[in-house]
């Protein structure tokens, strides 16, 4: 097994560093799974047991200048590595004027991913700063439980405002109540609403459009034939929603949500060559 990486434009790194960044708001723990194409942030939380889940896909391609791995074995060319991002995070952050960063998996007294940072200086020599971050290898009998969440049957699909706007709102809201309830229909409507015993206070939104999803074979997803007007929703725990609004270092260039109605809201934010999903179960 082996994993080696390197990049070079500074361009690159500052967008790969906010990904990371990103990732490392939302989960504390995560999973880095690695094949030859592309780079994987995992949390699986069950979302059955109320934990939020999270699907990150990056292309290598559009990050490394090098990406050398070798999986497990010829059949299974994959890594599967448990991490703390917020560890990768401040490792990048060294890096901010880099001439290069190469990272690699070694083994020395236990399984570290070496960041070694190679940072420019006066006189001809460079200096790297290299740092060791752990992580556990996942075993291959596991790696099932880190497939792809499949995306629930929704009955609403919708386009989010602007991102800026609704994490004030909410942020707004938080200090009011614990949970926040998700509505929005087919006509480009969504409210953020929150009600206690001493107050309500809902947002709407507008003309936000929903996106033309159709099912492979053509056909809608269960919210076909559903009525226009009327509302779907879910009711989630603030923080979760906060957390992942107020963790978007990168701005992404398409922002949706579907709801299953009362049972999960599923946000998906799409950026040219980044894209997360997270999923967010609804509270009883």
């Given at each position: 097994?082996?994993?080696?990486?390197?990049?070079?434009?500074?361009?690159?790194?500052?967008?790969?560093?906010?990904?990371?960044?990103?990732?490392?708001?939302?989960?504390?723990?995560?999973?880095?799974?690695?094949?030859?194409?592309?780079?994987?942030?995992?949390?699986?939380?069950?979302?059955?047991?109320?934990?939020?889940?999270?699907?990150?896909e990056l292309c290598q391609g559009n990050f490394f200048d090098e990406f050398q791995m070798e999986g497990?074995?010829?059949?299974?060319?994959?890594?599967?590595?448990?991490?703390?991002?917020?560890?990768?995070?401040?490792?990048?952050?060294?890096?901010?004027?880099?001439?290069?960063?190469?990272?690699?998996?070694?083994?020395?007294?236990?399984?570290?991913?070496?960041?070694?940072?190679?940072?420019?200086?006066?006189?001809?020599?460079?200096?790297?700063?290299?740092?060791?971050?752990?992580?556990?290898?996942?075993?291959?009998?596991?790696?099932?439980?880190?497939?792809?969440?499949?995306?629930?049957?929704?009955?609403?699909?919708?386009?989010?405002?602007?991102?800026?706007?609704?994490?004030?709102?909410?942020?707004?809201?938080?200090?009011?109540?614990?949970?926040?309830?998700?509505?929005?229909?087919?006509?480009?409507?969504?409210?953020?609403?929150?009600?206690?015993?001493?107050?309500?206070?809902?947002?709407?939104?507008?003309?936000?459009?929903?996106?033309?999803?159709?099912?492979?074979?053509?056909?809608?997803?269960?919210?076909?034939?559903?009525?226009?007007?009327?509302?779907?929703?879910?009711?989630?725990?603030?923080?979760?929603?906060?957390?992942?609004?107020?963790?978007?270092?990168?701005?992404?260039?398409?922002?949706?949500?579907?709801?299953?109605?009362?049972?999960?809201?599923?946000?998906?934010?799409?950026?040219?060559?980044?894209?997360?999903?997270?999923?967010?179960?609804?509270?009883?």
């Open positions: 097994m082996r994993f080696r990486a390197k990049i070079v434009d500074l361009a690159c790194l500052n967008h790969f560093s906010r990904v990371v960044n990103t990732i490392a708001r939302l989960a504390k723990t995560c999973t880095l799974r690695l094949t030859a194409s592309k780079l994987y942030f995992i949390l699986a939380d069950k979302v059955a047991n109320g934990g939020v889940s999270m699907w990150c497990v074995a010829a059949e299974h060319n994959e890594i599967y590595l448990e991490l703390m991002p917020e560890n990768l995070s401040r490792a990048l952050k060294t890096a901010q004027s880099a001439k290069a960063v190469k990272i690699k998996l070694t083994n020395k007294h236990c399984p570290c991913l070496r960041v070694a940072v190679e940072l420019p200086s006066l006189s001809s020599s460079s200096r790297i700063v290299t740092h060791d971050i752990p992580v556990g290898v996942i075993p291959r009998r596991l790696w099932n439980d880190f497939r792809e969440p499949s995306v629930p049957d929704f009955d609403v699909s919708i386009y989010l405002p602007v991102l800026k706007t609704m994490k004030s709102v909410v942020e707004r809201m938080k200090n009011l109540s614990n949970s926040i309830v998700i509505e929005a229909n087919l006509s480009g409507e969504m409210n953020l609403k929150i009600e206690t015993d001493l107050v309500s206070v809902t947002t709407h939104f507008k003309d936000l459009g929903n996106p033309p999803w159709a099912s492979e074979d053509g056909s809608q997803s269960s919210s076909q034939g559903r009525d226009l007007e009327s509302m779907a929703e879910a009711r989630i725990d603030i923080k979760k929603l906060q957390q992942l609004l107020a963790g978007q270092q990168v701005n992404p260039t398409k922002a949706l949500c579907n709801i299953v109605s009362k049972r999960i809201v599923h946000f998906i934010l799409l950026h040219e060559d980044v894209s997360l999903q997270y999923f967010i179960p609804a509270l009883a």
